[in-house]
């Protein structure tokens, strides 16, 4: 059965703190791993990862995708409280299909 | 900057009942979805549709779903007769626009509570 987990479920750190959030998975017909950002309401996109090894970097926010060993990871360096927030990893396989994992919640404290 | 849009925020309906939630997607997207999201838990894949049809369906999307674009700017989901557990936030979303495939943008979200 597909599935996409990440870990850790939820974090709690400091501002100025750097973080790692996780997502492995495995599924049929891999298409692309996507990160969202999701605080109230609507997740919203961050990145997408198509190729193995190719780092993609907005700000303090960077992610890398590893097909080989089937995982991708989201780093968050300086963290500030505005980075709170529950953060989703998605596959979408082949047809439009998009699974999500069950998110890391991430807390910022001052 | 464009964006998708939902309507209604909030709908309450009975159990039996036939809802349509309605999404307006970004006008040059070619790709629609829909997601939900029981309180608490994971988001959740519906729907796909493109070119007028749908792509893809998840398990869920049994035969109570339907999903439908009736003009060149609506995509709505109906569900035929609600249940209990069909309570959630429903999330539409929508890409392809400008080439630019897979970068999802979502709408703000209906919350349907069933009682």
């Known amino acids: 059965e597909d599935k996409v987990v990440q870990s850790p479920l939820s974090l709690v750190v400091h501002e100025g703190d750097t973080v790692t959030l996780n997502c492995s998975y495995e599924?049929?017909?891999?298409?692309?791993l996507l990160w969202y950002k999701q605080e109230k309401k609507a997740p919203t996109f961050l990145f997408m990862l198509?190729?193995?090894?190719i780092e993609k970097k907005s700000g303090r926010l960077s992610s890398i995708l590893d097909k080989k060993e089937l995982f991708s990871i989201l780093n968050i360096t300086a963290t500030q409280t505005g980075d709170s927030a529950v953060y989703l990893c998605?596959?979408?396989?082949?047809?439009?299909?998009?699974?999500f994992g069950a998110g890391t919640r991430l807390t910022v404290k001052p | 900057e464009p964006e998708v849009t939902q309507t209604p925020s909030h709908q309450v309906t009975q159990m039996g009942q036939e809802v349509i939630l309605r999404c307006v997607p970004i006008s040059n997207h070619l790709y629609f979805y829909w997601y939900r999201q029981i309180l608490g838990q994971k988001v959740e894949f519906l729907v796909s549709f493109y070119n007028n049809e749908i792509s893809e369906k998840s398990e869920i999307f049994d035969d109570q779903f339907s999903v439908e674009r009736p003009d060149g700017s609506n995509f709505t989901l109906k569900i035929r007769s609600t249940k209990l557990e069909d309570s959630a936030m429903y999330f539409c979303a929508s890409d392809g626009g400008s080439g630019k495939r897979y970068e999802q943008y979502f709408g703000p979200g209906t919350r349907l509570t069933v009682t």
């Open positions: 998605a596959v979408e396989r082949g047809n439009n299909d998009m699974r």
């Open positions: 198509t190729s193995s090894g």
């Open positions: 599924v049929t017909n891999f298409r692309s």
